[in-house]
């Protein structure tokens, strides 16, 4: 998927989809040094916010895990990154979020995915990055966006999911940012609503 490419989400065998995991996965780019490679760990973190009429009224990240309704769920923070580490979100994601589509209130009508370092490191110590949406009911992937370099900024704004009439479709963002938090995103946000 490309950035700023909007698809629209359906179930792998037709009709609606009912629930979704949001994927996030990464790698530390190796090291040289006087005793050859060595790796750093990176921890990313990665957070919903659940907009309603272009007003955040609810987040999940790893202090938060489950949205105040719970259709929106955090499977838990990774410290160390490198593909399947810690999140259990499978499919060798560091950290997923999972969305009950269903669950989800009417007034809330986009979700936006980030990814940020709390502790500051750049995306210029990360490589391999992605941000895939999976049909959760059949575990099969339907989109995967794929970053495409690093940069001297701590966060990136991945992508959203938000009401198209009666279904849902999912926007792959990729726009940098810098904040440690969903809260400093939120003024990077704004402008992708």
Avoid at 141 to 150: D, H, V
Wanted: aromatic share 8%; net charge negative; glycine share 16%.
């Amino acid at each position: 998927m490309a950035k700023g490419r909007t698809i629209g989400l359906r179930a792998v065998g037709g009709g609606s989809l009912t629930a979704v995991r949001v994927g996030f996965g990464w790698q530390a780019v190796p090291r040289r040094g006087l005793f050859g490679s060595r790796t750093r760990e990176i921890d990313l973190d990665a957070s919903a916010i659940l907009f309603a009429d272009n007003q955040p009224v609810d987040v999940v990240f790893f202090r938060h895990l489950a949205s105040d309704d719970g259709a929106v769920r955090h499977t838990g923070d990774s410290l160390v990154g490198g593909g399947g580490g810690g999140g259990g979100g499978g499919g060798g994601d560091d950290e997923a979020i999972l969305v009950d589509l269903q669950r989800v209130p009417l007034h809330i009508d986009q979700i936006v995915f980030t990814v940020n370092s709390f502790t500051g490191q750049t995306f210029q110590e990360v490589q391999n990055a992605f941000c895939r949406i999976v049909d959760e009911t059949y575990d099969q992937e339907l989109a995967r966006y794929t970053l495409n370099g690093g940069g001297q900024y701590t966060a990136q704004i991945m992508a959203k999911v938000h009401r198209s009439g009666a279904g849902w479709q999912m926007t792959a963002l990729g726009n940098p940012a810098n904040g440690r938090t969903f809260q400093d995103l939120l003024p990077a946000i704004l402008p992708h609503l």
